[in-house]
């Protein structure tokens, strides 16, 4: 059996997210969906798996709210069920920059993946991941600042901090695009003129190029049982227990040490050892 793996946000206000929550759930307990939606007053943010049939109907449902008939979404396939139940979670935001009052329609341009390599090659312009340090390891275009945080709200403080020309292009990306909605808005709020951001994110990117020019550099971390994907955005087999092979989990591949990948039946034998080497010392 094939799934179809759906990502999607919207920045809409939803002054009664609260009440939109179980009738959500419903629809998507009623299709068998799995995977997480959050919603908050700002808006909307999923990745969601099922049949074809399944997703198809669900976003059947969500568009006939008129404040979601602009909706779209990207998909990719998986031979398996990446999410095992299904969630529906309430927010202050739908991604969590820890911003107040930040107005995500003062965003950067969008750049079309189809241009975006060209763009990225002028030499006035610097690119920036806006993505966490361990997603960066695992693969990132080429000559992209890397701002090593831990989560998306340590952008702030890192961009306060940025000593670079104001007047220079700011060309920014991540996964999907939803987190430049917020990183762009926050450096052009910071005085930064011409910022851009990659339309639809490495995801999209991956999608429409297939990576032909090379700019991207290894493989894509995304937040369900894949771990990454290729740059044909299949499931990599790249991501395993340097001890036995196995395939890590998304928790395990977040306290990567040193940049390397250890399950965590591995680190508990190593610990167990290390433990009765000492008592024996």
């Not at 107005?103 to 030499?123: A, C, E, K, L, M």
């Not at 966490?132 to 901090?161: C, M």
């Not at 939803?178 to 991956?206: P, Q, W």
Request: hydrophobic letters at 35%; one cysteine or more.
């Amino acid at each position: 059996m094939s799934f179809v793996i759906a990502t999607f946000y919207h920045f809409v206000k939803f002054s009664n997210y609260y009440d939109m929550k179980d009738e959500i759930k419903v629809a998507c307990d009623n299709v068998e969906l799995k995977g997480t939606i959050l919603l908050a007053e700002e808006g909307i943010n999923a990745t969601v798996s099922g049949e074809r049939n399944a997703i198809d109907k669900i976003f059947d449902f969500l568009r006939s709210d008129y404040r979601l008939r602009d909706l779209t979404w990207k998909e990719s396939a998986a031979e398996y069920q990446p999410f095992s139940k299904m969630k529906v979670r309430l927010k202050r935001e739908i991604v969590n920059l820890g911003v107040s009052n930040l107005d995500t329609s003062v965003r950067g341009q969008y750049i079309d993946p189809d241009y975006w390599d060209d763009f990225i090659s002028q030499p006035d312009v610097l690119v920036i991941d806006t993505r966490n340090d361990y997603e960066v390891k695992l693969g990132k275009f080429k000559n992209a600042i890397n701002p090593h945080t831990q989560r998306f709200r340590d952008f702030p403080q890192w961009a306060e901090s940025f000593s670079e020309s104001k007047d220079l292009k700011v060309a920014m990306y991540c996964t999907g695009g939803i987190r430049c909605e917020k990183s762009t808005a926050y450096m052009k709020s910071l005085g930064f003129n011409d910022v851009y951001h990659l339309k639809g994110g490495i995801l999209s990117y991956l999608e429409k190029t297939h990576n032909k020019s090379g700019n991207w550099e290894g493989e894509c971390f995304v937040f369900d049982d894949r771990i990454a994907v290729d740059h044909s955005l299949a499931p990599s087999d790249k991501i395993k227990c340097i001890f036995c092979s196995s395939k890590v989990s998304t928790d395990e591949l977040k306290s990567v040490s040193r940049g390397q990948v250890v399950c965590s039946d591995c680190k508990s034998l190593s610990i167990e050892r290390n433990s009765e080497y000492n008592t024996n010392l």
